[in-house]
């Protein structure tokens, strides 16, 4: 990563409070300026598409009892080879931890061996009977379901923790995006980059994949001053997911939203903007049902509030103000 910060004059990596590592901006930018290239070797290393050649060569077996693996869980057809691409990902960075060298080495060493994820808090009380309590759970459900029916039995050396960690960094740092088809992977330096959902807002960057020269590359979408930090957007994820994946919440996400499940057919979604379905509605299901659901589920949240000034408190206040919002328009 040093090297390739050293063809990077106007961005450097620095410790931001309350965001932890992030990447800074070292001299005045302009908007269209181009702030980063990362380039094949540089990102392959630590990629899906590498990481199939090499245990698909190496560890055949391993792979196809993955692939079988896979087809078992109950999810969209599409997410199923990503699946299989994260975990040969995870084993691939472990593997990595122990043995790689150069540029590689300094990439690696990078990476924070302590991560503050709901999925490694000792505790749950702070989110009992939230949506997000659920999601935790199903997450470390599946991390030790995938360990123990897949990699333990083939790589005796990778522990349970281990794994866990792996499967975090894989969540929290790695690139993706099907429908612009980028490469899968952990790219150097742009790992870095810490999230912002508003595209105004100061320092906020556009990433994309350069398919013609196969780099990753990274410009200013604004006028950024020195010493400011700079920011990509993860995607458009509420509080909630941006908590559960990545362990912060965002004081004014525009991408904030809160999930009721209504029925069995439907569900809908909580915006500042107001209340869209998910699925078909019920004709049989008026907006008295509706607004009956809504300041249902306000009771729990003022019941369960978290008065200490953290994530969860942010999270909790974020979605109480979004309930509020929709039921003050359904009353009107």
Not at 87 to 99: C, K, S
Not at 136 to 164: D, G
Not at 241 to 250: P, S
Not at 270 to 277: A, I, P
Request: hydrophobic share 40%.
């Amino acid at each position: 990563m040093k090297h390739l910060l050293a063809t990077c004059e106007r961005i450097g990596v620095r410790e931001f409070g309350g965001f932890g590592q992030g990447v800074v901006a070292l001299r005045d930018v302009k908007a269209g300026d181009t702030l980063l290239k990362v380039p094949l070797e540089k990102w392959y290393p630590m990629s899906a598409g590498n990481a199939y050649d090499t245990y698909n060569l190496s560890r055949p077996d391993f792979c196809e009892r993955l692939i079988q693996y896979s087809k078992k869980l109950d999810t969209p057809v599409i997410g199923k080879p990503l699946f299989v691409g994260s975990v040969l990902m995870m084993v691939q960075l472990l593997d990595l931890v122990d043995n790689s060298v150069g540029d590689v080495r300094d990439h690696v060493d990078s990476i924070p061996r302590n991560i503050d994820v709901p999925i490694f808090w000792p505790s749950l009380d702070s989110v009992r009977g939230l949506p997000i309590e659920r999601a935790i759970l199903e997450q470390r459900q599946l991390i030790l379901s995938t360990y123990s029916n897949v990699v333990e039995p083939e790589f005796e050396h990778i522990s349970a923790p281990k794994f866990a960690w792996a499967w975090t960094v894989l969540l929290s740092r790695a690139i993706s995006n099907s429908k612009e088809q980028m490469p899968f992977s952990i790219a150097p330096v742009l790992d870095f980059f810490n999230h912002e959902s508003n595209r105004s807002a100061p320092g906020f960057c556009h990433h994309w994949f350069d398919h013609q020269k196969k780099e990753f590359v990274v410009s200013a979408l604004n006028d950024v001053e020195a010493d400011s930090q700079l920011f990509i957007s993860y995607g458009a994820l509420n509080n909630a997911d941006l908590l559960r994946l990545y362990g912060f919440c965002l004081e004014d996400n525009r991408d904030d939203y809160v999930a009721i499940q209504m029925d069995t057919r439907s569900s809908i979604r909580c915006t500042q903007q107001g209340v869209e379905f998910n699925g078909m509605r019920d004709p049989d299901m008026t907006d008295s049902h509706i607004l009956f659901q809504l300041e249902k589920t306000l009771a729990f949240y003022s019941t369960n509030w978290n008065h200490e000034e953290n994530y969860v408190h942010k999270l909790i206040s974020g979605e109480t103000d979004i309930l509020k919002n929709c039921i003050s328009k359904y009353k009107r």
